[in-house]
């Protein structure tokens, strides 16, 4: 199964075999975007142009398999960049013509729960899962990941991912924020500064997220600091603003676990590589009773293996595969796992 991913920034192409995994090759245009301090669609979707036919290249090089050996082509047709997921979208439709061989158009929120069979063998079902990225901060409860997957609460605002860059950018740090707020975070006190927990009253939604006002507060003191010409102690602002939104995602998460029966959680998309959110998981699964799984940080963020675990997972479950018309769709739902 050749898998294609090209959600966001970044070219993902994987081959697996059932669960095996034989090559994740990467093209991230990162850097392109950089200076401007975020993702820039036409930006991305150029670099998808260029990236493309090479990582397909490299992928089959890394497999030690010959583009004719391909059985099937699975694609993210969304959620996304509309621009990005088109290229992807038209490659895997002409790799699939091409080779004679079925397409399956899949969903990039599906595809991050299944890369998990990849490195732990088969999804117990049904489990919670937590997917937290730069476009998205979700809760799902996935009985079955080829088919039956149903939204429990999703961000509201910014998504956890989209506040640790906006974060980084207000301390100096660079674009992407993430890995340099959880770089930073390891020399400050995560108990330094108390920020607010957004969602989390009595009334408040129990599974939804809000990220903005957290982000809005860390703004606030770091400008009241400046004013009055004081110092910002970079670190203890980031390690702060980490745990902050580090205790909400795990506190819903395992909330979640316990009120629907599920004794395994996974969590996975690009901030499933914080170092803190996978600690701070890992102990409050343990003294709840429940089994954590989360994949290698280079599994959580955007990748081609996702995608094909996900293909072939459909192809087991006998899926009718997408016809050569599925367009990309940028709204892709949730509950919808093939298009």
């Given at each position: ?190 108990t330094a500064i108390a920020f607010p927990r957004g969602l989390t009253g009595s009334r408040d939604a129990p599974y939804d997220f809000s990220f903005s006002g957290l982000k809005t507060a860390v703004a606030r003191w770091v400008e009241a600091r400046q004013r009055v010409g004081e110092p ?26 316990h009120e629907h029966g599920v004794d395994h959680l996974l969590i996975g998309g690009g901030v499933a590589a914080n170092s803190r959110l996978r600690a701070l998981a ?58």
């Open positions: 199964m050749l898998g294609i991913e090209t959600s966001c920034d970044e070219t993902g192409v994987g081959i697996v075999r059932g669960r095996t995994l034989l090559a994740d090759a990467v093209a991230s245009s990162v850097e392109s975007h950089a200076r401007f301090g975020g993702v820039v669609p036409e930006v991305a979707s150029r670099a998808h142009l260029e990236a493309m036919v090479p990582t397909v290249h490299r992928a089959c090089e890394q497999a030690g398999v010959a583009l004719a050996e391909i059985d099937a082509v699975a694609v993210t047709a969304g959620p996304g960049l509309a621009g990005a997921l088109l290229v992807g979208v038209a490659a895997a439709k002409a790799y699939a013509l091409a080779l004679d061989v079925p397409l399956y158009g899949v969903n990039h929120l599906a595809a991050h729960v299944c890369v998990d069979e990849l490195e732990h063998g088969p999804l117990p079902e049904p489990c919670v899962a937590l997917l937290v990225s730069g476009g998205h901060s979700s809760l799902l409860l996935v009985p079955d990941v080829a088919g039956d997957i149903r939204p429990l609460g999703q961000t509201l605002d910014d998504a956890a991912g989209e506040a640790f860059d906006k974060v980084a950018r207000l301390l100096g740090l660079p674009f992407p924020g993430g890995p340099q707020i959880d770089r930073i975070a390891r020399a400050g006190s995560g910002v102690p970079v670190a203890d602002v980031a390690a702060s603003f980490q745990e902050a939104v580090t205790d909400v995602l795990t506190a819903k998460a395992v909330r979640a676990c890992e102990q409050r699964c343990a003294a709840a009773g429940i089994t954590l799984r989360a994949p290698r940080p280079g599994l959580c963020t955007d990748n081609g293996a996702m995608v094909a675990a996900l293909g072939s997972r459909l192809v087991a479950s006998g899926a009718t595969p997408s016809t050569l018309d599925i367009p990309a769709d940028s709204a892709m739902p949730v509950e919808r796992v093939l298009a």
